[in-house]
């Protein structure tokens, strides 16, 4: 069974550029997440999906953040313009449904942003 | 923000002895679950633990929950090297099991 892809898997840009990541999860996984992790702390959530349905996003930052699932399948999630400060390992994990708490997760893609 | 803290941040040991890592955290929960990560890799689910269980096994590993204390403790026996990585609890909330919070993480080094 394949497991969460994630593309790509290393990213510098210069800051005030867009960037965009690329998530397909494990094939029948309702439940998508994208986390954001700092150097030396745990995952960050940033939006849930059920489905194509983002059901928490309450820490997204909106104003430079999107995301979409346009067919509950693979995912998408942007930063225009990028920070310095966005520097991070960008995760995606997915899970069967919300009754299912173990969750699967990609290699993660390494943003710098210069 | 982060709920879990764990102590400790790090964790050296020889190959053959027992690793031991607390978690605690501030609200109610859900569940509990550790994940290991390698570095430069994505997290690996190790084990869940649900907020009405106090002890589960899972080969080498153990994991109590003691939800009057909001703590947590793994306990992994007759370490190798192979394990060495950072090892993350996360809690899921109370209301939505499946929306987790992690910890900080231990480092954990197994000397060969």
């Known amino acids: 069974e394949a497991g969460v892809v994630q593309s790509p898997r290393y990213k510098i840009i210069e800051k005030k550029q867009p960037v965009a990541f690329w998530c397909n999860p494990i094939?029948?996984?309702?439940?998508l997440y994208w986390y954001r992790q700092n150097l030396g702390q745990g995952p960050e959530l940033l939006i849930r999906?059920?489905?194509?349905?983002?059901?928490?996003d309450s820490q997204l930052p909106k104003d430079r953040f999107s995301a979409e699932r346009l067919k509950g399948v693979d995912s998408t999630l942007k930063i225009q313009p990028a920070e310095l400060g966005d520097s991070a390992v960008y995760l995606c994990?997915?899970?069967?449904?919300?009754?299912?708490?173990?969750?699967?997760f990609g290699p993660g893609t390494r943003l710098t942003v210069t | 923000s982060q709920q879990g803290e764990e102590d400790p941040q790090a964790l050296s040991i020889q190959e053959g002895e027992n690793a031991t890592m607390n978690c605690s955290y501030k609200t109610s929960i859900n569940n509990l679950q550790w994940y290991r990560q390698n570095s430069g890799r994505g997290l690996v689910h190790l084990i869940l633990i649900r907020s009405n269980e106090r002890e589960k096994h899972s080969g080498r590993l153990r994991v109590t929950l003691d939800t009057s204390k909001k703590s947590s403790s793994l306990l992994i026996t007759a370490s190798r090297a192979a394990d060495t990585a950072s090892y993350f609890c996360?809690?899921?909330?109370?209301?939505?099991?499946?929306?987790?919070?992690f910890g900080e993480g231990t480092q954990l080094t197994v000397n060969p």
């Open positions: 994990a997915s899970s069967l449904d919300r009754r299912v708490y173990e969750q699967y």
């Open positions: 094939s029948g996984h309702n439940t």
């Open positions: 996360a809690t899921g909330a109370e209301t939505s099991g499946s929306r987790l919070t």
């Open positions: 999906y059920e489905n194509e349905e983002a059901v928490d």
